[in-house]
């Protein structure tokens, strides 16, 4: 029961209150994990190829977790149990390449791996799915999962009678008054309550509504590439870094053009729908962010972003100077080098969206150095 | 040998000395529910946190966010509106899945905690009392916002534990119940709590009297327009304690408007209850936004029509009335109440070389309405023409936003400028939160009007009742007294043809005396007559076109012709209030992880 002021005043001052306790149990312990894995290392071609190979499947038991779900009508969050699991398969591979060729050393690193994670043990019986900002777990769900509708297109003129009601047939948005420009969503499920109605139906994996799992934010395949050459004194050196495959839903600010009411426009934002541009990347926006406003920023296909990037993390350039001259200089040895970190990113991102983080912060810096080592 | 017998006997105390609890440790550098509740002290410790109900997000009437959230309720009714949004109502934009905030019981649950440790506390018995009476009454302040909104819903009499599943996943309580057990506890309260309080604006007997006033009429009045039984037993507790308040308060402030603009409340007559804001310690976001650019809480036509003339009647019959042509005309020799929460009109010139700088027009009509608002303020700090927060001297009213010379502050789409909280002596430019007008909750000016229309649904309603109650908040109001025994069918050629006249010209002085404090939705549905007051197109003022942003819209031919609106009419576009509306959808996720959580009706 942590104490604060309270939002009142008595006799001039705001006096100490205390928050209400939460539920606890006693009878909790420490989470177990179990893995097995097996693997292959080889070295073939005088060790000039090395490679291994790894595979393993984690368990993760007991993890402290909400004994379940509750009602609102409990006044709290459940207390916390040891009442979840997850499983990890996963794999690693890496392989290397060391070689001479006359005056050249060279060498080539790869490593990839990825991993999938499921949750195993879950008390969400109804597997209710949550909200985007706080989603559920429940069993069977990979973690990651982006739940959102499938975009069909914008609300044309043709959709709508004279009167501004939509016409028969046409699919409509439960609690939203569409217009022409509005973003329209693809019936997937009709229930009793919901015939060519666009909705989250009971918001459960069993009754999603129109929603359905439309990536997923892992990041997977997560690679690095080395590599470097050297001849005589000179070496160049490089590491790439990247990810080949994840979904990212951005939403937001950044994503939607006047996103909130107090929002503004960024420039890449600029195509979205107007009569005079139906083509448009966006859809309607409205004043004040009112209206159908907030039914075109769902978390749907169309916005969604691929996060997949390749980075350049480091180039290094270097040159030892020969023995000889610098002798004279009573020099053992002088190396000079540049080196270059997080020069180059490639990605579909957003233009200042970061991919390993995926947020809009203050980003990864480009560091130039330039160096020389002097031994005396 | 020996000290390997010394290694035994050792492990062997050691065994003795771990039992279970031995590791049980309350924490000593914080509370627990164990050390938390012990002396009188620690209970009002405890019990500021309570209220925070004042300003729960879930509730209707709240005291937070800024001067759009305190009429919401008002909004919710289509007294006023929002020219940016729709009626959620009116516009059937309500679902299950995108339920009004309500369904908490969390804070049902923060009360309980308190009364479940008063028993085996270190009080004296009156003390012990004292405290569950100040429980009971938040929690029945709780309960009759659930209660309003859902009709059923679970009773919770004590602290629900993780193993309750027939609690958790049980279904809800009948709201004859629910009612009962509310009344039942606040009459506990009312007889078992410290007269005075704990002193300086905290929950005493009046506080409690004032809820059973507001609870009584409310159940009361639900029950017979609704037509479930036993009104009568709700509207005699509101009978009863409305008459010891009023007896305790027997003075009506001289000043409306000062109720929502003044420094120190506790110096305004009749306060019963009101959130304390003081310089540097609580200061609240409310006196400056209403002078800001945010505040798009209009009033519109059909419910300026329900104010009355200054002769007492309504603008149907009365011969003071002007008609509509022009605001002039419209606001001229209206219920003064009228004028304190819609900027009346003016015209003045701007100074070049400042923003604060005017001077009057060369046209009489254009400072009508100053001359009169200043004249009716003494105090200069109500000052006309209005002044914004930062200070600018707005120049017109109607000012419209987007119209050729108006500016971003304190403008509005159609005209109706909604404003409550006018006090230039408070501190609004320092930031958005540092204004310290205190915000009123309990106030006598209510349990009047609960009285008389108490008193009139038991059928006792007389003119003695009137002067008792209504004719007290005439005068000032520059209103003429109601004469009951002239209130017939032809009145009011306007009224809602369902209600009774003198029981319109009630909930008629309901609605101006409250306008902008948020009983609107309420009262609208325990009247069973939402759709009455939902279903209206809110129309704008009459004013020339020149000028005006082209996404004003323009009513062409009848009775409205020239006036301007923003929204569109619901009920032309086949929308409009449901009846099932009258409680309102518990939410999705609550009725998927609860199969016994029955919904409502209709939904």
Redesign the interface.
Known sequence: MAPYDALWIYTGVTPKTLRTPGMVRANYTWEKVRTLNGGVDIGILQNRLTASFDIYKRLTLGMLAPGMDFPAVAGTDAPYQNAADLKTNGWELTMNWTDKAGEFTYGLGLNLYDAKTVITKYRNDVKELGTPAKRSFYEGMQIGEIWGYVTDGFYTAGDFNEDGTLKEGVVSINGVISHEGDIKYKNLRDGTNSVNRIDNGQNTFTDPGDQKIIGNATARYNYGINGFIAWKGIGLSFILQGVAKRDAWIGGDIMFPHAGQFSTFYAHQLDYWTPANTDAYYGRIYQNAQESHGANQRIQTRFLQNAAYLRVKNITLSYSIPAHPISKLNLKNVKVFYSGENLFTFSKLIRGIDPESLGWEYPHAVTNSFGINIGL | MKKFKLYILSFLLLGASCSDKFLDELPAD????GT?FISYDNF??????L??IF?DPSHLQRIAGDITALPEGDVEANYLYNS???NRWA?????A??PPAG????????V??MLRNIDRSAMTEPEKEHWRAVGLFFRSFHYMELLSKYGDV?W?ED????DQTD????PRTPRDEVAANILRDLQFAENKIKPGG?????INKNCVLALISRFGLREGTWRKYHGLPDSERYLKECERASALLMTAFPTVAADFQHRWSTEDLRTYPGMILF????SN??MQPFSRSERGGSN?IEMHARTIERYLCSDGKPIGTSIRYEGAATMNDEFRNRDYRLLYRIIPPYKVNRVPGGNVLWTYTNNPADREYIDLMNSLDPTGLRPFPVLTWQPFTIDRIPHITGATGSLAPMSNNCGYYFYMCYNTGTDVLSGGSFATTDIPIFHIEEVLLNYAEAIYELGKFSQPIADQTINKLRPRAHVANMIVAAIGDDFDPNRDPEVPPVLWEIRRERMAELMGEGFGFDDIRRWKRAGYFINAQPLGVRMPKAGTPAALKWVTTGADAGRCYRI?DPL???KGWKDYYYLYPI????T???DK?KQNTGW
């Open positions: 914080a509370f627990t529910e938390a009002k410790t405890y019990s500021w946190s209220y925070e300003s940016n949004g729709r516009w059937q934009t309500v679902t899945e995108t369904w908490n019981f969390a804070y049902i649950r923060k309980n905690i679970p919770l602290v629900v534990e993780e609690v958790i996943y049980g704990d002193g300086d604006n905290t959130k304390e804001y003081a310690v609580i798009k569109d032309a576009q086949a939410p999705l996720t609550e998927v992880l609860n959580l």
